[in-house]
């Protein structure tokens, strides 16, 4: 089946430590976007790449860090940097050209003790 | 800079009443217009989208949605609600132009209650 995969679906970690959020595409898609999601704020987006070894901040990129050596995988990593990292952390991927969509992962929820 | 307002952030219904939710939207060129819907603790679905022609679009699950220019708005709608229907609905306009092509905009968000 095509689509795309987030692990873990639920993640602990302790305050000070970084941890790496996994993102898999098996869709053929260009482009990918990580977005983190609050209650009552909506999506905003933190990092996104176009196209293999390249990426753009978002709208919230500060404590977060990402690479994009393959175009199936788009890892984030939430730094010890990132004030508040509790939340739910969404990726998608796009097809290219008109009528392109952007398709969403199931996320993975990650809470920092 | 481009902007989605879903002006409810709650609403309930009964099972089988009609249903609307609004969104309104800023943006300086002809949108690209989506409604998405997300049950708790999962990713988003896609339920319909707007790029073009014909102002009414239908979606998947009985949904529909209606551009409407001169008003700024892509309200989403459905003639009889089901309990299924019950989740977190979010309007969203796409960014086509310029080196930030493809980024997605999202309202807040509406949460939808469905009474039996």
């Known amino acids: 089946d095509g689509g795309i995969t987030q692990s873990p679906k639920y993640l602990f970690r302790k305050e000070g430590q970084n941890v790496t959020l996994s993102c898999e595409q098996n869709?053929?898609?260009?482009?990918m976007y990580w977005y983190r999601q609050d209650p009552g704020q909506g999506l905003r987006l933190i990092y996104y790449s176009q196209i293999v070894n390249d990426f753009q901040k978002g709208d919230i990129a500060e404590g977060y860090s990402v690479s994009r050596e393959k175009k199936e995988s788009f890892p984030l990593t939430v730094t010890s940097a990132q004030k508040n990292p509790t939340a739910f952390y969404l990726c998608?991927?796009?097809?290219?050209?008109?009528?392109?969509?952007?398709?969403f992962g199931p996320g993975t929820r990650l809470t920092v003790l | 800079a481009q902007s989605v307002t879903q002006p409810d952030i709650h609403i309930t219904v009964s099972e089988g009443a009609s249903l609307e939710l609004r969104c309104n939207y800023s943006?300086?060129?002809?949108?690209?217009l989506f409604w998405y819907v997300q049950s708790p603790g999962q990713g988003l679905q896609l339920l319909l989208k707007y790029f073009s022609g014909d102002t009414l679009v239908q979606g998947i699950k009985g949904f529909e949605a209606e551009f409407k220019r001169s008003q700024s708005s892509f309200n989403l709608r459905k003639p009889s609600v089901h309990w299924s229907d019950a989740a977190e609905y979010f309007c969203a306009v796409l960014n086509a132009g310029g080196t930030s092509y493809g980024k997605l905009t999202f309202g807040q968000g509406t949460i939808l209650t469905v009474h039996p």
């Open positions: 869709l053929n898609h260009d482009a």
């Open positions: 943006y300086g060129a002809t949108p690209y």
């Open positions: 998608a991927s796009r097809t290219r050209g008109y009528g392109d969509t952007q398709y």
